[in-house]
């Protein structure tokens, strides 16, 4: 299995060697041999366990063998405790939702600049693909979980769940078992225990032709995301677009994409209007507070935290004029952050790190970021709570599709940021490559 992990590793480019990363440790048996593989490949790792206080004692239960178990390696552990049901009740989302939120928000109060390791395996992959395809989804919904998305690695994807349990009883290392995963009463569950089983009594071999599969699908998904890249960029016009002269597909991909980088995760129902907008006008609510207009074969966002909105495409190179504002982007190939002060430091993105396309824009009234060396998650219209309104509606945001890398007067996100707020960059510096932002 470990040479597996390794090769996974190297293919995707999800670590530099000897680097420090953060593994998300249930106790169950994927993040448990993740935590082994990834100590014994010579990665210095540490781990955070979230207790959801979900199932009683249970949850207690897997706590305290997280607690023994990186004692006994003499790996550095932080544990949380977070009240899911209660969450769930107050926002109305689902318990795999809340959980899946508030597991990652207490995990990125301590990731300060590191990459985070998750134990999706293979059968993960498989499981999220056929239940994407269920509900609907496009190539990337078929590729299921990406190997690498911002600051977040997954070095068992490729690997199967029997090689990990075959992993763990050649060390003699036991794990905790969820027992929620043994009850079909979900659809994942029922995927899993259900489904899953009977492909498998026709396949034999499911997940290894499931892996060449996968590559096809990958080099559709890499040809997709190029090609609506492409689109945005040529279709781009005085803070809209004009998008036409391409396949359905294509075009539905860079409407995915100008969505996200709005901080909206849209809806088939809701492509289906941008569309629409493409060749008539009029005005969609993408969700509270963000609008999608449609004018002219020309294709708009509006946000109702803005009096003038906003929205410019960028590749984080050279000069661009934005409103009132010139925005910067300086290239340096071999950073050295023991060069800069921690007030300097704020201001460079690893451009690795960055998720998709990005643009230059008004802030969203409720989108969040994590700034570096702030240690906590802060709402942007907090932020600016200082500034007198109008140049409040005026201060510039770079986002890419997971939100908010960079707020005017403030800096980067820890998850882009070039190195930590402690000047460790992570790796060798002379291997580093960044961008400084400068508006002014």
């Known amino acids: 299995m470990l040479t597996g992990v390794a090769e996974t590793i190297k ?57 023994e178990l990186c004692q006994r390696l003499g790996v550095t552990l932080f544990c949380e405790s977070v009240d899911v049901a209660g969450y769930c009740r107050m926002c109305r989302v689902s318990t795999e939702e809340g959980a899946r939120k508030l597991r990652y928000q207490e995990i990125e109060n301590h990731l300060d600049g590191c990459r985070l390791a998750t134990a999706h395996s293979l059968n ?28 977040i690695v ?14 763990l009883s050649g060390l003699g290392q036991e794990y905790v078992t969820d027992s929620t995963n043994l009850v079909d009463d979900c659809s994942r569950n029922i995927i899993r225990l259900n489904v899953i089983p009977q ?25 997709i995301d190029s090609k609506s890249s492409a689109l945005l960029d040529s279709g781009f016009d005085g803070g809209g677009y004009r998008l036409s002269g391409c396949e359905d597909f294509i ?5 995915v994409k100008l969505a996200r980088m709005n901080g909206v995760e849209p809806s088939h129902e809701k492509i289906d209007g941008m569309r629409e907008l493409c ?35 960028t590749d984080l190179k050279g000069k661009i004029t934005v409103g009132r504002y010139t925005v910067e982007f300086t290239e340096i190939s071999q950073f050295k952050p023991s060069v800069y002060n921690k007030q300097e430091l704020k201001y460079f993105i690893n451009p690795e790190r960055v998720v998709g396309d990005t643009v230059i824009r008004s802030y969203l009234g409720n989108e969040k970021i994590r700034l570096l060396g702030r240690g906590f998650t802060s709402t942007v219209k907090k932020l600016l709570a200082d500034i007198p309104p109008r140049e409040r509606k005026q201060a510039l945001v770079i986002a890419d599709e997971e939100g908010a890398i960079f707020v005017q007067g403030f800096g980067v996100a820890e998850r882009v940021a070039a190195c930590t707020d402690t000047g460790d960059s992570g790796s060798d510096e002379n291997s580093v490559s960044a961008v400084k932002i400068d508006i002014f």
Request: hydrophobic fraction near 35%.
């Open 11 to 67: 293919k995707y480019k999800m670590l530099n060697p000897g680097e420090r990363v953060c593994v998300a440790l249930s106790g169950g048996a994927d993040s448990v041999s993740l935590l082994l593989a990834l100590r014994e490949l010579g990665y210095r790792v540490f781990a955070v366990h979230v207790n959801h206080n979900l199932r009683g004692e249970e949850s207690d239960r897997d706590e305290r063998f997280c607690r």
């Open 124 to 151: 993960d992959c498989f499981e999220t693909m056929l239940f994407n395809l269920v509900r609907g989804c496009g190539i990337s919904g078929i590729t299921g979980i990406p190997a690498v998305r911002g600051n």
């Open 154 to 167: 997954r070095p068992l994807i490729r690997t199967t769940r029997a090689q990990i349990e075959e992993y």
């Open 199 to 223: 492909l498998l009594r026709i396949n034999p071999s499911l997940y290894k032709t499931y892996l060449k599969t996968l590559e096809i699908f990958e080099g559709a998904d890499r040809y």
């Open 251 to 255: 075009l539905g991909e860079a409407l």
């Open 279 to 313: 060749k008539r006008d009029g005005r969609i609510n993408l969700r509270s507070g963000v609008y999608v207009r449609g004018e002219s074969g020309k294709i708009s966002f509006e946000s109702d935290a803005a009096l003038e909105d906003i929205f410019v495409k």
